[in-house]
């Protein structure tokens, strides 16, 4: 029975080491019924950490856990499930081959003389997918859903298990804005019946937008929780990273130089339209567009990955055609793919390696490669980019995904690009991890590099560009100064081109 005024969970006094590096050390966090309480840090910070030990997959060196003031010990993710704690990963964890009430029902079939009773199962599809979605069919193949479906079939799974705490680990990493509002609203409706949740999120307006408390980790430490109503999105930053939330956003003036690219009616069919537009030495380059605008498929097509259709493009004057990324990267332009994950690291590789990999040519004579410049290379963009990593020979993925990005952009750095093209560089990385970023673009630019920052979040390409295009449904349709933009101008330009044949606008 529950402790009486006891929290439904806590967890006291927790720490965890990893092969010499210390993840957690002396961590308090406590949720109470029907709360939702937010998790924030940055990458590296220890949440992900202290919710794989409380959902069994780590084991703790110290600290205690307990549900309903009962010390409780889970030895693995079906322990804590089986006591009314469930957790949702960034993937789901669906299969995508089944259907959804395959997927709600995995492992927990009706069934009768070895039978399956296909209407029992549709039933409580039904019944499951009642609370949070009404629309999806049961009978529709989880793979054929949009990742807001999928994610709300994960939801529902979750709470077919009877939870009384739910874990979001990321929950809107993927999701549109509109989405991102259904989800926030489903959550709050979760509240309202009872079920408490941890949500884990980077983006600090959802926090506010839904929690009951904050607790904020930093380097594996406790550091405050604090009640939402009564702080700010300025203390828990600086909570966060120990500084305030006006260093991150300060552009730093620079002169701009001559013109380093020029694209001129570029088009792909399906993609984009008849694109032009320049890019000089010195600038940052702001590309802002809703998903589905083109930015990316324009980044892959100047980059050499996929062909276009028609126009051409110009690098400090000279027309090149790039049949592939290497065509690109021989002439020094360099890409910072939208997924990190799938497009820029090389899973398997370690830190050296993957810093490393584009410039193996120069670093190499005869077909030899050497390595001790190798070893030099990446000691200095390791230092030059404060890239948080134990050795050159850590692998990749033990990095927080901000050093994962910051690695990434050494290896671009270091073949000294004329031109680099930044496609959601921040996407999914904390705010001092951001902030490591726009201070590296404001260097280059102040260098002499010439920038493209494709981004879908207006508060980043307001505050870090130079000069803003803005793309919708495959069309450029307006371009400005910084200085002249602004939220409502942007989203003006993007509502007033809906109709059909919309064209660029000059501000």
Partial sequence: MPAANAPLLEMRAVSKRFSGVQALSDVHFRVERGEIHALVGENGAGKSTLIKIL???YSRDAGSIFLDGQEVNFRDPLECQLAGIAVIYQDFDLAPNLTVEENLLLGKEPARWSFLRRRRMTELAVEYMSAVDRHIAPAALVGSLTVAQRQRVAIAKALSTRARLLVMDEPTSALAAEEIERLLELIRTLKQGGTSVIYISHKLDEVFAVADQITVLRDGKYIATKEAAQTSRGEIVSLMVGRQLQDFFVRQPHSEGEVALVVRGLSRKGAFSDISFQLRRGEILGMYGLKGAGRSELARVI???DRRDAGEILLEGARVEFHSANDAIRHRLGLIPEDRKTQGLFPNMDVKENTSLVSLDELSTRSF?????????????IRRLQIRAAGLAQPILDLSGGNQQKVILARWLAIKPRVLILDEPTAGIDVG?????????AELAAQGLGLILITSELPEVLAVSDRILVMHEGRLVAEMDAEQASEERIMRHIHSSKMEGAQREPV
Avoid at 433 to 441: D, G, P, T, V
């Fill in 369 to 381: 490669l050497n390595k001790k410049e190798e070893q030099r290379l990446v000691e200095e963009y």
């Fill in 433 to 441: 991890a951001k902030a490591e970023i726009y201070r590296l673009m």
């Fill in 55 to 57: 959902s069994g997959l």
């Fill in 303 to 305: 980059f050499g990955l």
